[in-house]
């Protein structure tokens, strides 16, 4: 999957990769926010992903011309979950139109685990 927008100079197509980047470093940037993490569909297993690994704790799809956004955290003992995945939303919402010219219809997280 790739993104197409279209402006008077002509068509930009942006990789999925880097929009999944996109949206892993703006989450990254977040107070409260340990990881990423990526869910292992055969076991259940929770792993954590370095910097280098961001694009494997989002999933993106197309609806219409927006994107929908899943993010798959581990938060920091302590803090309020529901403070942190606002501020994860915001986030990345106004990265991804900033950065990319991109609308974000939805931005879904699963907190994955916590760490003390």
């Given at each position: 999957?790739?993104?197409?927008?279209?402006?008077?100079?002509g068509t930009?197509?942006?990789?999925?990769?880097?929009?999944?980047k996109v949206v892993g470093y703006a989450a990254l940037e977040c107070y409260g926010i340990v990881a990423m993490c990526g869910k292992r569909a055969t076991d259940g297993l929770v792993e954590w992903l370095g910097r280098e690994n961001l694009s494997k704790g989002v999933q993106i799809r197309n609806v219409g011309d927006k994107l929908d956004v899943d993010l798959f955290i581990i938060v920091e003992y302590?803090?309020?979950i529901s403070e942190v995945c606002k501020t994860i939303v915001d986030t990345v919402r106004y990265k991804l139109e900033a950065m990319a010219g991109i609308q974000v219809r939805k931005v879904s997280i699963t907190v994955e685990?916590?760490?003390v």
């Open positions: 999957m790739e993104c197409k927008i279209k402006n008077e100079e930009i197509y942006i990789a999925e990769d880097v929009l999944m302590g803090v309020s685990g916590m760490r």
